[in-house]
């Protein structure tokens, strides 16, 4: 129950002009043209009108090459370093075959001494090629390449982005599409990929130092003094002394969804900002398959077409059994992939809002080049609730963070009742808040999304169209707690940073359930190297096949894994600062007895 | 506009993959798990010339949280406070000094402590501080105490000293922003300081010597500068504020002050 207003709630006026200019982007705001030379500055191609709207450079067959570089882009006036793959931002999309064995030989033409590496995110393959430097491999040294070489056993659509420092906030990621050898079980006439990303002018090194330094600095939207007044004459005094009452003794506020939002970020979708308007063609009568990647480093987008439903028809590469919503909610990693019947309308807007409400990304569904269609306003900001916070009306009140409950119920496969905690989240500084009670809320569509009339997809809808691939019920269970401290912007695992963290083991072959509980109030996408993450319903049964999961704030998930890749495995909140900051794991898994 | 790609149109309808309709065998998968060949285990764990490089940058921030001035009967005077650490989640190292200018006259402290996190919301400091100006107030002290966001949103900072002349001192202070907007914010602030034992020649009474209150009201011009205008009150007790009567300097100080605040 979302009771209270947000610090401005609907009257959120867009603030000034040199703002919007800086959401909006340059009218020309391309950023950079596509098939630059890795050397070279930005040509006079980034003065191209806005009508000519590039999709990333498409690379076809299992032998390529990349080089990633630098290259100068300009976004919102201000001509500024990335960090790009063949000069493409975002790189090209490699498109293989289900089936084929890749090569990709990945080159480091970037300046100085500085290492990089590319993940492909979502793909199984040995432990060597999955890009992570001092996890699988050394990293790519200036001057050097590595050649990447892996059999493809799945398809559908994935991405790769670099795993070295910062690197994926300066540009470094692409869309992949593997075709699969079985026609799929949908039918469509045409497909775009659409990537969605958060750009900054700032150094990113520089904006996770200012995150360290005043994690606060974009929450501009913190409860007054007027909230306060106009709280008290929509709901009265008590229930508003109650409320202030409550997030003044957790030391928190509760309109902070974003640790990074629109007053920083551009949003960009395929690389263009909204004034440089995206393009993506259709005709009339045709079915379009609309490849979604959230490839963001910070951000989550709510994602509408105004006048179409959304049939999602695969997750996370994966195919489900479709579902029509009208929006849906990506988190940082996510795919999806929906169809969409354009009919009606000779252009459509593809709007995506990041859920703190604070900017968006957008472009055209268009059946002539140069149409452009409404672009809806920016939806009220929304505002935690109690739920959110792992509390509920009969904990509210009664605040002891070590709640007393009194086994440890480890063959519980159903994931209610209270929270225990681990012990070493007691006095940790990694830690501020605890979930009391956490419930899996897969029905949830999220805050903001939970007062819609229109249907938002949520992960209870999501169901694996092929059931579950290994069938064996879970041997143990892994439990871990998402922790977190905003004041000191510090991450981590069961109050534990990773530096200060043994590995986790698995043994190859196994198995295991894995519970995650979130005990922070924001939004964390935990993904696992190598390895599937099967999301279970509320019952613990099998639900659906992911890579990334999204972890509500206050929820409590579980994921079912087979431990059939052996290695050294990341396995982190895809908030890439959160990672930077301590939320990240080292699974290793290995045959039992050696 | 961008190039489509047919779809396999012979896939008409929605044909549902393979669905095992065997009741699962528990302890065995549906498909088989390789075993590992030594190329596998090869592939799997290389050997690295570098570990993992996670580790926590060193970051450094310098807090302005005031530096203002005031006419005091045509008299300027200019004060400052200052707090800054630098390190990582846990380990700190603070500096933290304040002082003032009246009459061409400077006086004031540096701090310089170590710093360990307790908890999520305080730090425990310890360290030097010395003292320096004029009228014999140098002294050099030995330093703890704890600085923190206290339930309700209270900014707390309280710290005990010891001179190495065997006085002892406690200053405890705290402070509350009151957002009248995102930009506008009304600071009330209150401390205090106490002394253990009697010297009158440094003007320091025994037991509770002063008390200070201030209001500030701040404008975040952007949010790292923000300038504000305010209100000080600072009033001296006990043994000292006999001292002060008997050298002829007031007990109570009002004065309205303009400064700034900033961080970097």
């Known amino acids: 129950m979302t009771l209270f207003s947000s610090a401005g709630c609907g009257g959120a006026a867009l603030p000034d002009v040199s703002r919007r200019r800086f959401v909006q982007g340059l009218a020309q705001g391309l950023g950079l043209s596509v098939g630059l030379s890795v050397a070279g500055r930005a040509s006079a191609a980034t003065a191209t009108s806005p009508r000519a709207s590039h999709a990333p450079q498409m690379l076809t067959g299992p032998d390529l090459a990349l080089d990633i570089g630098a290259t100068r882009v300009n976004f919102t006036g201000r001509d500024r370093p990335a960090i790009t793959v063949n000069g493409g931002l975002p790189g090209p999309t490699l498109r293989w075959r289900q089936g084929d064995t890749v090569t990709v030989r990945v080159t480091n033409r970037l300046p100085g001494h500085v290492q990089t590496s590319l993940h492909w995110h979502g793909i199984q393959l040995p432990a060597n090629m999955d890009g992570v430097p001092g996890m699988s491999f050394d990293g790519i040294y200036p001057g050097q390449a590595y050649l990447y070489r892996f059999h493809l056993r799945q398809a559908g659509t994935y991405w790769y982005h670099s795993h070295s420092l910062h690197q994926e906030q300066a540009g470094l990621y692409g869309a992949i599409i593997v075709d699969p050898v079985a026609p799929a079980p949908y039918r469509y006439d045409r497909e775009h990929v659409v990537l969605l990303s958060d750009w900054t002018d700032l150094d990113p090194a520089a904006l996770y130092s200012r995150l360290k330094k005043m994690p606060s600095y974009d929450n501009m939207f913190r409860r007054t003094v007027g909230d306060f007044l106009s709280d008290i004459r929509n709901y009265g005094w008590d229930?508003?002394?109650?409320?202030?009452?409550?997030?003044?003794?957790?030391?928190?506020?509760?309109?902070?969804?974003?640790?990074?939002?629109?007053?920083?970020?551009?949003?960009?979708?395929?690389?263009?900002?909204?004034?440089?308007?995206?393009?993506?063609?259709?005709?009339?009568?045709?079915?379009?398959?609309?490849?979604?990647?959230?490839?963001?480093?910070?951000?989550?987008?709510?994602?509408?077409?105004?006048?179409?439903?959304?049939?999602?028809?695969?997750?996370?590469?994966?195919?489900?059994?479709?579902?029509?919503?009208?929006?849906?909610?990506?988190?940082?990693?996510?795919?999806?992939?929906?169809?969409?019947?354009?009919?009606?309308?000779?252009?459509?807007?593809?709007?995506?809002?990041?859920?703190?409400?604070?900017?968006?990304?957008?472009?055209?569904?268009?059946?002539?080049?140069?149409?452009?269609?409404?672009?809806?306003?920016?939806?009220?900001?929304?505002?935690?609730?109690?739920?959110?916070?792992?509390?509920?009306?009969?904990?509210?009140?009664?605040?002891?963070?070590?709640?007393?409950?009194?086994?440890?119920?480890?063959?519980?496969?159903?994931?209610?009742?209270?929270?225990?905690?681990?012990?070493?989240?007691?006095?940790?500084?990694?830690?501020?808040?605890?979930?009391?009670?956490?419930?899996?809320?897969?029905?949830?569509?999220?805050?903001?999304?939970?007062?819609?009339e229109t249907k938002v997809l949520t992960y209870a809808d999501l169901h694996s169209l092929d059931g579950d691939p290994d069938g064996r019920d879970p041997g143990r269970t892994i439990e871990l707690h998402l922790t977190g401290n905003m004041e000191r912007f510090a991450w981590a695992f069961d109050g534990v940073p990773f530096m200060d963290a043994r590995p986790l083991r698995f043994n190859y072959g196994e198995r295991l359930r894995v519970v995650l509980v979130n005990d922070t109030m924001m939004h964390h996408p935990v993904h696992l190297h190598g390895m599937w993450s099967d999301l279970e319903d509320d019952h613990g049964a099998f639900q659906v096949r992911k890579h990334t999961v999204d972890i509500a704030p206050g929820s409590r998930r579980s994921c079912r894994v087979t431990a059939d890749a052996l290695g050294r495995w990341a396995y982190h909140c895809h908030l890439l600062y959160h990672m930077d900051g301590g939320m990240m794991r080292e699974v290793v898994v290995e045959e039992a007895g050696r | 506009m961008t190039t489509a790609t047919a779809s396999d149109a012979l896939a008409a309808t929605p044909t549902p993959a393979t669905q095992s309709p065997l009741p699962t065998m528990p302890g065995i998968p549906k498909s088989p798990i390789p075993v590992p060949t030594q190329a596998d285990r090869a592939a799997a764990f290389p050997i690295l010339m570098s570990k993992h490089a996670h580790d926590a940058p060193r970051v450094t921030l310098v807090n302005l949280d005031r530096l203002e001035s005031w006419n005091d009967d045509g008299r300027v005077g200019l004060a400052w406070e200052l707090t800054s650490w630098t390190g990582g989640d846990v380990q700190r190292l603070w500096v933290r000094s304040s002082g003032e200018r009246e009459g061409g006259k400077t006086r004031g402290d540096v701090e310089l402590l170590y710093g360990h996190a307790k908890g999520a919301w305080w730090d425990v400091v310890g360290g030097i501080r010395q003292d320096f100006g004029i009228d014999k107030t140098d002294q050099t002290w030995a330093a703890i105490g704890i600085q923190g966001l206290a339930p309700y949103m209270f900014d707390i900072s309280a710290t005990a000293y010891l001179s190495t002349d065997g006085q002892t001192m406690l200053r405890a202070e705290a402070e509350y922003d009151l957002l009248l907007t995102n930009r506008l914010i009304l600071q009330p602030v209150a401390g205090f300081r106490a002394f253990g034992r009697n010297d009158r020649s440094r003007m320091q009474g025994a037991g509770l010597s002063s008390i200070e209150t201030g209001i500030r009201l701040r404008y975040r011009a952007t949010r790292s500068v923000a300038p504000y205008l305010g209100y000080s009150y600072e009033r001296s007790a006990g043994h000292t504020a006999d001292y002060r009567r008997l050298a002829g300097h007031d007990v109570f100080e009002g004065r309205l002050v303009l400064g700034l605040n900033s961080w970097f």
């Open chain 1, 239 to 452: 229930a508003t002394v109650a409320d202030r009452k409550m997030w003044g003794r957790m030391r928190m506020t509760p309109t902070d969804l974003s640790d990074v939002n629109g007053l920083t970020y551009t949003y960009l979708m395929n690389g263009h900002t909204p004034a440089a308007n995206w393009e993506a063609g259709f005709r009339q009568g045709e079915r379009v398959l609309l490849r979604l990647i959230n490839a963001a480093n910070m951000s989550y987008f709510d994602f509408r077409i105004p006048g179409l439903k959304l049939t999602v028809v695969a997750a996370d590469g994966q195919y489900v059994h479709p579902v029509t919503v009208d929006e849906l909610r990506i988190g940082v990693a996510e795919t999806y992939d929906v169809i969409v019947e354009p009919v009606g309308q000779d252009a459509f807007t593809l709007f995506a809002q990041d859920i703190g409400r604070t900017g968006f990304a957008c472009g055209t569904l268009t059946s002539r080049p140069g149409l452009r269609a409404e672009v809806p306003p920016l939806d009220p900001r929304p505002i935690l609730a109690m739920k959110d916070m792992g509390m509920d009306h009969a904990a509210h009140g009664k605040r002891d963070r070590y709640a007393g409950f009194v086994a440890e119920r480890r063959d519980a496969p159903v994931l209610k009742g209270p929270v225990s905690h681990p012990r070493t989240e007691r006095n940790s500084t990694y830690v501020d808040m605890q979930a009391m009670v956490a419930q899996p809320r897969l029905s949830d569509p999220g805050v903001g999304l939970r007062d819609r």
